[in-house]
C-alpha cells in the first residue's frame, strides 16, 4: 500500500487537494472561500494531468526544428489540456468575483446562507 | 356505418357544446338555450337508438403504443349503455329548465353537461382498457365542472375532493390495465376475457391482488368502500339535476368499468371462487350496509340521497361480483331501475329545495300537503328503491337474491339476500319518514300556515316520467329481463 | 366512555374516522384554507348590506393573504433550513466518500512517470513525430491545442468571452442609470478612493517596466509556435502590462488609448477572425478538402499556418479579456 | 444532401459568430439576429432529421484534418438531430414568448448581453448534443454553467443574484467531478474521443485492468452531471433559481440546459462505457432510488408551495426524477424513455414557465394564488396553456405526458421484480399528488375573483407559441409512435 501510494505521490497529492478543495466549495459558507476552493479543485486536477503527462527522463516537448522522436519527449496531451482547463478557470473564477462583489454591496456580508435569508427576507419573487 | 353512427352518437353532444359556446346571445335566453340544449339531446337519442339498432362493430382508430391501441367497438353491451347513458341524461332537462332560474351560468352548465355525455357514450363504446381509461378520465375532469357549479367554498372543496379521488382511482385502474395489456394483447374487449392463466408473466397471486386494486380503483367512481367517501360530499353539492344524473348515471361508469375489466379482459373463470372474489363480495356487502347505516343517520336531505346511493349501488357490485348470470341480469336491471329512481327522488328533493329552501329531513312536516305531487313521485320512487312489489326495484332485487343462492359462493349466496333485506329496511327506514311526516304532520300542526307551493309542471314531468317507468318496467320486465339475461350468459 | 385527547382534531384516529364517514378529511381541511368566503348572497339579493358585504369581503382577502403569508414564509424557512442540513450531511458524506474511492482509484493508476502507461499511445506518438510537418509548429503543445484540437481551443476563447460579458451583467455601469445598481456599486463610495493619486514611484517605474513587459508580451505571442508560450501565456503578460499602466497612470490617460469600445472592437475582430479561419479548416477537414495554407518552413517565424495568426487573436483577446475584469471590478466601466 | 453534413459544425459555429456579432449591437438588433438564428437552426435540424429519416446512417464530422483519436470530432445521428431541433425550437419559443418579461426584467443597456448568453447557452447545447470529444463536452459544460449564471441574473434583483450564486456553486462543484472523471478516464485509457474511448473501455473491461478506476470515472461523471441537472439530493437549488430569474431563463434553465447534461450522460453511457457496462456497475440502482426519491420529494414540495412559479419549479425536480428513473433502468427501452421523457418534459415545461409568467403579467406581477384568481380569463390562450401543460404532465390521456408515463411503465416492466412495482407505484403516488397542485391551481386561476386588478396582457407573441405548443403537445400525445420509433432507430445508430 505505501509503496503504491509512494509511486503515486503525485496522484495522491492530488486527490487529497481535490478532496479539501470540493470540501471548501461545497461546505464553506463564506463566498471567497468558496471560491478559493473551486480554484485549489481545479489546480488539483491539473497537477493530476500533469503527472500523468511526465516520463521520467524525458525532455519537454518542444522540438528544435528537426523531426523529434517520441521516444525522448513527454506526452504533450496533458499540457495541452492544463492549458484549456486554466483559461476556463480563469473565467469562472472572474465570474464568481463578480457576483461576489455584487452580492457584498448588496447585502454587506459574504456569508451565503445570510444572504440568500436576506434576499428571501427582502423582495419577494 | 355502425362504425359513422358510434362516432356521430359521441360526437354530437360535444359538437351542440361547441354550439353553445358559439353562438352569440344565449346568456339571457334561457328559453333558446334550454331548446337547444334538449333538442341535440333528442337527437342523440335517436342516433344512440339507431345505433342500437345496428349490429356489432369495431374500429381502432389509434395507437398510443404497440400493445395499447384505442378502439371504438360496439357490442351489447355498449350500446345498451349508450342508450341508457343518453336517454337518462335527456329526461332531467325540462326540470333544469326551471330548477337552474336561481343557479345561473346556465350556458357553462349545459355545455359540461353535453360534454359529459359525450365523453360517458365514448365510454360506452370504449374497446380497449386504455379506451376506456381514457374516456374514464375525460369524463371526471369534464363531470367536475358539475359539482363545482355554484364555486362556493364548499363547492370547489368538494369539487377537489371529487377531482383527487377519481383520479386517484383511475391511476390505481391505468396501473391494472399496464398488467393487463402485456398480458392479454392490448386489454382488447371480447366476452368472456382473453386472460389465460397459463402464460401470464406475473404469478396468478400478484395479478390477483393487482386486479384487486384495479376494480377498487374503478370502483372509486361507484362509490365503493374503501373510497367512497367523495361521493356524499361531491353528490349533494351540486344543482339537483346534476346530482340526479351524477348520482344516478355516472356511478353506472364506474360499474361499466368493473363489468368489463372482470367479464370482457380478465374472464369470470379466473376470479370464480378465489379469495379475490370473496374480498370483492365483502367490500360490497360492506358497501350495501354502511351506506344504509349512514343514510339512516343523516339528516341532509340530499345527503341522505347520496348515502342510499353508496349502498344501492353496491347491490349492483355485489351481483356483477357474484359471477352468476341471474346476479348480473339483477345488477344489469338495478342499474337502470336504482338510476331512474335515484333521479326522481333527487328531482324531488331538488324541487323541494327549491320550493321551500328546507334542506333537513326533520323539517319536512306537512310539506306533502304543499307540495302532493312531487311527495307523491317520491313516496313511489322509494316504494321501488325499497323493493316493493310491483315497482322494478322488486324485480331487480328478485332477481339479484336468487342469482346469489344460485352462485355456489359458500356463506355469502345466503349473507348477501340476508344484508339485502336488512338494507331494504334500512331504505325504508330513512325515505319513508318524509312521505310519513309529509301527510301526517301529527295533530298539533296548524294546517292553516299551509299555503301549497306545487313546484312547476316542466319539473313535474321529469320526475313523473322516470315515476311512470320505474312502475311499468316493474310490471312488464319481460324484455329487460330476457335482454340482460342474453348479455349475461354471453359472458358465462 | 371514552374521553377523547385534547388534541383529537389533529389526531390520527379522527382523520380516519372523518375518512370513513365523509366528512372533511386532511386533504380538503388543507385546501378549505385556502378557498374564500366566496359571497353566498350577492349584495343586491340584500338591499343596504353592499358595504357590509364588501368589508366582509375585505377581511376575508386579510385573513386570506396571512395565510397565505404564513404559508410562503413557512416554505420559505423550511427550505433553507433543509437546505442546510442536507448540505452538510451529503457533502461531507460525498467529500470522504470521494477522497477514498479517489484513492483507491489512483492507487490502480498506472505507475507515475513509467513510459508505458496508456496514456503513451499513438495519438501521443503523432503529436510529436508528424506534429512538425503537419502543423509546422515546433511548440508540440501549440500546433495540438490549435491545429489537432483546435475545436477546444475556440470554444475556451468562448468562455472567456462569454465570462467578460457576464461580468458586464454584473458590474457594468450604463451611461443612462438603469437604477439597476444599488448604493454602494458607485465610484466615489466604491473603490476610486484606492486610485493612485499620480504617485511618482509607481510611475516612474511603470514607465520603464511599462514597455518591456508589453515587448515581452509580444514576443511571447509572437513565438508561440515555436518555444514556450503562446496566446494565452502572452495575453496575460500583455494585460497584466496594461493593468501596471492604469494603476500608474489612472483611469483618465488608460482611457487615451483603452475604452470599453477598445475591448468591443478588438474583441469582436479577434474572435471573428478566430471562428472564421478555424470554420474554414472544419469545413475543408470535414469535407476532407484541402485547406490550402501554406506551413513555411518550420522554425521561421512566418511558419506553421495558421497557428501564428491564431495565437495573435488568442493573445489579443486574453489581453483585452483580463484588463476589462480588472477595470470592471475596479470601477464598473472600462 | 452532402452539404446537410455539415449541419452540426456550422450549427454551432453560428451560435459563436452571432452571439460576437450582437455584442457589437444594441438589444433590439441583439434580439432579432437570435430569433433568426434560432430559426435557422430549428429550419436545418428539421433538414438533418428528414436526411437521417431517409435511411441514412449516422455520421462523423472531423473538425479538422485529423479524425479519431487524434483531432476533434463531432457526431450526428438521428437522436441528434431529434434533440437539436427541439431545443432550438423551444429556445425560439421561450425568448419569443418571453420577451414581454425581457422588456421589463432587464434594463435596457444589458439586453443584447442577454441575448448573448442565449446564443451562447444554444451553442453550448448544441455542442453537447453532437460532441464527440470528452474534453470538448467539459468546455462547453463550463459554457452552458456560465451562460445560465448569466441567464438568471440578468434579472438584476438580489434574489436573482443570491440564486445564481447558489447555482454557479452547485454546478461548478458538478464541473469539477466531471472534469475529475473525464481525466481519471484519460488516464486509464489514453483517449479522449468517444469511439476510441469506447473501444479502449470494452478491451479494459474485458482484461479486467484498471477496474478501480473506471468505475470512479463513471462515478463522478454521474454525480457530476446529476448535479448539473438537479437531481433529487442535489436540488435544492433548483427552486430559487427557477422562480425569481428571468422567466424565458427559467424556462430555458429548466427546458434546455438540463436536457443538455442528462442527454450528454446518456451519450456517456451508451457510446462510452456502453449499458452492459453501466448495469453492471450498480450506479443505475443509485439512479433509480434517487429518481424515485426526487419524484415523491419534489411532488410533495410543490403541493406546499405557495407562489405559481416555485411550484412549477418543484414539479420539475419531479419530472427530473421520472428521466433518472427510466434512466435508472439500465436498459435500452429505459433509455428511450428517458429520451422522450426529456422531450415531453421540455415542451410541458417551458410552456408552464411562460403561461404562469403570463399568468402573473395578468394578475398584475404578482405570483400568490390568491392574486392569480381568475388570471385565466384574463389572458386566455395562458389559461389554456397552462391547463394543457398541467394536464399534461400530470398524465391525462391524449396528452404527451400520459404517453411517456406508459413508455417508462412498459420499459420497466421487462426488468421484473421490484423495478415494475416501484415504478408503477411511483407513478401511481406522483399522478395523485400532481393532480393535487396543478389541478387545484388550474381551478384556482378558473375562479371568479373578487379582486380583478388592472392587466397588463403579455402581448400576441407569446400566447401564439403557447397555442403552437399546445398543439404540439397534443400532437406528441396522441401521435407519439413517429417520434418513438425514431427515437428507437436513433439509439441503434447510436450503439
Redesign the interface.
Known amino acids: 500500500m505505501s509503496a503504491s501510494l509512494a509511486d503515486h505521490i503525485y496522484e495522491v497529492a492530488s486527490v487529497i487537494l481535490f478532496g479539501i478543495g470540493f470540501t471548501t466549495l461545497l461546505l464553506d459558507r463564506n463566498l471567497i472561500k468558496k471560491i478559493i476552493g473551486m480554484n485549489i479543485m481545479d489546480t488539483s486536477v491539473y497537477l493530476f494531468l500533469a503527472s500523468m503527462g511526465y516520463i521520467s527522463g524525458r525532455s519537454a516537448p518542444i522540438g528544435d526544428g528537426t523531426a523529434p522522436s517520441a521516444e525522448n519527449i513527454i506526452n504533450p496531451v496533458p499540457a495541452g489540456l492544463v492549458l484549456t482547463g486554466i483559461v476556463v478557470s480563469v473565467s469562472v473564477t472572474a465570474l464568481m468575483l463578480a457576483l461576489t462583489i455584487r452580492l457584498y454591496h448588496r447585502y454587506g456580508t459574504l456569508d451565503i446562507d445570510q444572504i440568500v435569508t436576506l434576499a428571501r427576507k427582502g423582495d419577494e419573487p | 356505418m355502425t362504425i359513422l353512427m358510434m362516432v356521430l352518437t359521441i360526437l354530437l353532444p360535444a359538437a351542440g357544446a361547441l354550439a353553445l359556446k358559439l353562438i352569440p346571445g344565449l346568456d339571457g335566453d334561457r328559453k333558446r338555450l334550454y331548446l337547444m340544449t334538449g333538442c341535440v339531446l333528442l337527437a342523440d337519442c335517436v342516433l344512440a337508438a339507431i345505433t342500437a339498432l345496428c349490429g356489432d362493430a369495431e374500429w381502432t382508430f389509434l395507437r398510443l403504443a404497440d400493445s395499447l391501441p384505442l378502439m371504438l367497438k360496439s357490442d351489447m353491451l355498449s350500446r345498451f349503455f349508450c342508450v341508457f347513458f343518453t336517454v337518462m341524461w335527456t329526461v332531467p332537462v325540462l326540470y333544469s329548465y326551471r330548477y337552474m332560474e336561481h343557479e345561473g351560468h346556465d350556458r357553462r352548465y349545459n355545455m359540461f353537461y353535453l360534454l359529459t355525455l359525450a365523453a360517458l357514450n365514448a365510454l360506452a363504446f370504449s374497446g380497449t382498457a386504455v379506451t376506456m381509461y381514457l374516456n374514464f378520465e375525460m369524463m371526471t375532469l369534464l363531470s367536475v365542472a358539475l359539482v363545482l357549479h355554484e364555486m362556493t367554498k364548499d363547492a370547489i372543496a368538494a369539487g377537489l375532493k371529487y377531482l383527487i379521488y377519481s383520479i386517484a382511482g383511475a391511476t390505481m385502474g391505468l396501473l391494472g390495465i399496464f398488467y393487463l395489456a402485456t398480458n392479454t394483447n392490448g386489454a382488447v374487449f371480447v366476452p368472456g376475457g382473453s386472460l389465460d392463466a397459463s402464460a401470464m408473466t406475473v404469478s396468478p397471486t400478484v395479478m390477483m391482488i393487482i386486479l384487486l386494486i384495479t376494480i377498487v380503483g374503478f370502483g372509486t367512481k361507484a362509490g365503493m368502500f374503501p373510497m367512497h367517501a367523495w361521493l356524499p360530499t361531491a353528490h349533494p353539492i351540486a344543482p339537483a339535476p346534476a346530482s340526479a344524473v351524477l348520482s344516478g348515471v355516472i356511478t353506472k361508469a364506474g360499474v361499466l368499468c368493473i363489468l368489463r375489466i372482470i367479464f370482457y379482459v380478465v374472464g369470470a373463470g379466473f376470479i370464480r371462487g378465489t379469495w379475490l372474489q370473496q374480498t370483492l363480495l365483502t367490500l360490497s356487502l360492506l358497501t350495501v350496509f354502511m351506506g344504509s347505516m349512514m343514510a339512516f343517520r343523516t339528516d341532509l336531505f340530499k345527503k341522505r340521497l347520496a348515502y342510499s346511493t353508496v349502498s344501492q349501488v353496491s347491490y349492483v357490485l355485489m351481483g356483477i361480483f357474484m359471477l352468476q348470470p341471474t346476479a348480473l341480469t339483477g345488477s344489469l336491471l338495478h342499474i337502470i331501475f336504482h338510476s331512474t329512481i335515484k333521479t326522481t327522488l333527487f328531482l324531488a328533493a331538488g324541487a323541494i329545495i327549491h320550493q321551500t329552501g328546507k334542506t333537513k329531513v326533520s323539517e319536512l312536516e306537512g310539506i306533502g300537503k304543499q307540495m302532493p305531487v312531487t311527495i307523491w313521485c317520491f313516496t313511489l320512487a322509494s316504494l321501488g328503491l325499497i323493493g316493493i312489489p310491483p315497482t322494478g326495484g322488486f324485480i331487480s332485487k328478485w332477481n339479484l337474491a336468487q342469482g346469489a343462492l344460485a352462485s355456489g359462493t359458500g356463506i355469502f349466496s345466503w349473507l348477501g339476500p340476508v344484508v339485502l333485506l336488512i338494507s331494504a329496511l334500512l331504505t325504508a327506514g330513512y325515505l319513508l319518514p318524509v312521505t310519513i311526516h309529509g301527510f301526517f304532520p301529527g295533530k298539533d300542526f296548524d294546517y292553516e300556515g299551509l299555503q301549497t307551493c306545487e313546484c312547476h309542471r316542466f319539473m313535474l314531468i321529469s320526475m313523473i316520467l322516470c315515476v311512470a317507468f320505474v312502475i311499468l318496467g316493474g310490471m312488464f320486465p319481460g324484455a329487460f329481463t330476457a335482454f340482460f339475461g342474453r348479455i349475461a350468459s354471453s359472458l358465462m | 366512555m371514552s374521553r377523547k385527547a385534547e388534541n383529537w382534531d389533529t389526531s390520527w384516529q379522527k382523520r380516519a374516522a372523518d375518512w370513513l364517514r365523509d366528512g372533511t378529511d386532511a386533504l380538503d381541511r388543507a385546501m378549505i384554507s385556502e378557498m374564500t368566503e366566496a359571497p353566498a348572497v350577492a349584495p343586491e339579493d340584500v338591499p343596504g348590506a353592499a358595504d357590509v358585504f364588501e368589508k366582509k369581503v375585505h377581511e376575508d382577502q386579510q385573513k386570506e393573504k396571512a395565510i397565505y403569508q404564513t404559508l410562503h414564509e413557512r416554505t420559505m424557512t423550511r427550505g433553507l433550513h433543509h437546505a442546510r442540513v442536507l448540505y452538510r450531511v451529503l457533502s461531507i458524506l460525498v467529500c470522504i466518500g470521494i477522497i477514498l474511492s479517489l484513492l483507491h482509484a489512483v492507487i490502480e493508476m498506472p505507475v507515475f512517470g513509467s513510459p508505458d502507461s496508456p496514456v503513451v499511445n499513438d495519438v501521443s506518438r503523432r503529436y510529436i513525430e508528424d506534429g512538425l510537418k503537419e502543423t509546422g509548429a515546433v511548440n508540440i503543445v501549440a500546433g495540438m491545442i490549435l491545429d489537432y484540437r483546435a475545436f477546444d481551443t475556440l470554444g475556451e476563447s468562448t468562455v472567456l468571452f462569454i465570462a467578460s460579458c457576464a461580468v458586464m451583467i454584473l458590474l457594468r455601469r450604463d451611461r443612462k442609470r438603469d437604477g439597476m445598481m444599488e448604493k454602494g456599486s458607485l465610484p466615489e463610495d466604491r473603490d476610486i478612493i484606492y486610485e493612485p493619486h499620480f504617485d511618482p514611484i509607481l510611475q516612474k517605474s511603470a514607465a520603464f517596466l511599462t514597455p518591456v513587459i508589453l515587448l515581452f508580451g509580444v514576443y511571447v505571442v509572437l513565438n508561440g509556435h515555436l518555444s514556450p508560450g503562446g496566446g494565452f501565456s502572452g495575453g496575460a503578460i500583455l494585460g497584466a502590462a496594461l493593468m501596471l499602466f492604469r494603476n500608474a497612470y489612472g483611469v483618465k490617460n488608460t482611457r487615451r488609448f483603452f475604452t470599453g469600445r477598445t475591448f468591443t472592437t478588438v474583441v469582436f475582430l479577434a474572435l471573428l477572425f478566430y471562428a472564421g479561419a478555424k470554420s474554414y479548416v472544419f469545413y475543408t477537414g470535414g469535407n476532407g478538402l484541402e485547406s490550402g495554407i501554406p506551413l513555411g518552413t518550420p522554425g521561421a517565424i512566418l511558419s506553421s499556418g495558421l497557428i501564428l495568426p491564431l495565437d495573435i487573436c488568442v493573445g489579443a483577446i486574453v489581453s483585452c479579456t483580463m484588463y476589462t475584469f480588472f477595470a470592471l471590478f475596479r470601477r464598473g466601466e472600462v | 444532401m ?1 452539404l446537410l ?2 449541419v452540426p ?2 450549427s454551432i ?1 453560428a451560435c ?2 452571432i ?3 450582437s ?2 449591437f444594441r438589444g433590439r438588433i441583439a434580439k432579432v439576429l437570435s430569433y433568426l438564428l434560432t430559426t435557422v437552426l430549428l429550419a436545418a435540424s428539421l433538414a438533418l432529421t428528414w436526411y437521417f429519416v431517409q435511411g441514412n446512417d449516422a455520421f462523423v ?6 479524425g479519431d ?4 470530432e463531432l457526431r450526428a445521428g438521428l437522436l441528434e438531430s431529434i434533440m437539436a431541433a427541439a431545443m432550438s425550437l423551444i429556445v425560439l419559443a421561450a425568448l419569443a414568448g418571453g420577451s414581454y418579461m425581457i422588456r421589463s426584467e432587464i ?4 439586453k443584447n ?2 441575448y ?2 442565449a446564443d ?1 447557452m444554444l ?1 453550448s447545447v448544441m ?1 453537447l448534443i453532437y460532441t464527440n ?1 470528452l ?2 463536452s467539459y ?2 459544460i ?2 452552458a ?3 445560465a ?2 441567464l438568471t ?2 434579472r ?4 436573482a ?6 447555482y ?2 452547485m454546478n ?2 458538478g464541473s ?2 466531471c ?2 472523471g473525464i ?2 478516464l ?7 474521443l468517444m469511439g476510441s474511448l469506447h473501444s ?1 473501455v470494452q478491451s479494459l473491461f474485458e482484461n479486467g485492468s ?4 473506471l ?3 463513471l ?2 461523471l454521474t ?1 457530476g452531471l446529476s448535479i448539473k441537472s438537479g437531481l433529487f ?2 436540488h ?1 437549488w433548483l ?2 433559481t427557477y ?2 430569474g428571468v422567466t424565458a431563463g427559467s424556462a430555458l434553465l429548466s427546458s434546455v440546459i438540463s436536457k443538455g447534461y442528462i442527454f450528454l450522460l446518456i451519450k456517456l453511457y451508451t457510446r462510452v462505457f456502453g449499458l452492459e457496462v453501466v448495469r453492471a456497475s450498480h450506479i443505475c440502482i443509485l439512479l433509480f432510488a434517487f429518481g424515485t426519491m426526487g419524484l415523491i420529494v419534489g411532488s410533495l ?1 410543490a403541493t ?4 405559481i ?2 411550484m412549477v419549479s418543484y414539479s420539475s425536480i419531479a419530472q427530473i426524477g421520472y428521466i433518472y428513473i427510466a434512466l435508472g433502468l439500465g436498459t435500452q427501452e429505459g433509455v428511450i424513455a428517458a429520451v422522450f421523457h426529456m422531450l415531453i418534459h421540455a415542451f410541458g415545461k417551458s410552456m408552464l414557465f411562460l403561461s404562469s409568467g403570463a399568468l402573473i403579467q395578468a394578475s398584475g406581477g404578482a ?4 392574486s392569480l384568481r381568475g388570471s385565466a380569463r384574463r389572458d386566455i390562450p395562458a389559461g389554456i396553456a397552462f391547463t394543457v401543460g398541467a ?1 399534461s404532465l ?5 396528452l404527451g405526458g ?2 411517456s408515463k ?2 417508462i ?2 420499459a420497466a ?1 421487462p426488468r ?1 421484480g421490484l423495478y415494475v412495482v416501484i415504478v ?1 407505484l411511483a ?2 403516488a406522483s ?2 399528488l400532481n ?2 397542485y396543478f ?2 391551481t388550474v ?1 384556482t386561476i378558473y ?2 375573483d ?2 380583478a386588478e388592472a392587466t397588463r396582457h403579455a402581448g400576441p407573441v407569446n400566447s401564439l407559441f403557447l397555442c403552437a405548443m399546445v398543439i404540439l403537445n397534443f400532437g406528441l400525445g ?4 413517429p417520434l ?1 420509433n425514431a427515437l428507437l432507430s436513433g439509439l441503434n445508430m447510436f450503439i
Request: no cysteine; net charge positive.
Open positions: 452532402a453534413r455539415n459544425f456550422a459555429l459563436m459568430v452571439s460576437v456579432i455584442m457589437v464530422f472531423t473538425m479538422g484534418h485529423f483519436p487524434w483531432g476533434n434594463p435596457d443597456g444589458k448581453l442577454f448573448i448568453m451562447l451553442a455542442a470529444d474534453f470538448t468546455v462547453f463550463e459554457i454553467t456560465i451562460s449564471g448569466g441574473m440578468s438584476q434583483s438580489g434574489h443574484l443570491a440564486s445564481t450564486a447558489r454557479m456553486i461548478l462543484v469539477g467531478l472534469l475529475m481525466t481519471i484519460y488516464g486509464t485509457t489514453g483517449h479522449l479502449a484498471y477496474h478501480l478506476p468505475m470512479a470515472s462515478i463522478l454525480v439530493p442535489f435544492e427552486p430559487d422562480s425569481y414540495r406546499q408551495a405557495a407562489d412559479r416555485r405570483s400568490d394564488f390568491i394536464m400530470t398524465g391525462v390521456p391524449l400520459f404517453v406508459i413508455y411503465a412498459q416492466i421484473g408503477l407513478l401511481a399522478t395523485f393532480t393535487l389541478l387545484r381551478i375562479r371568479s373578487a379582486n396522441i401521435a407519439s409512435r418513438y
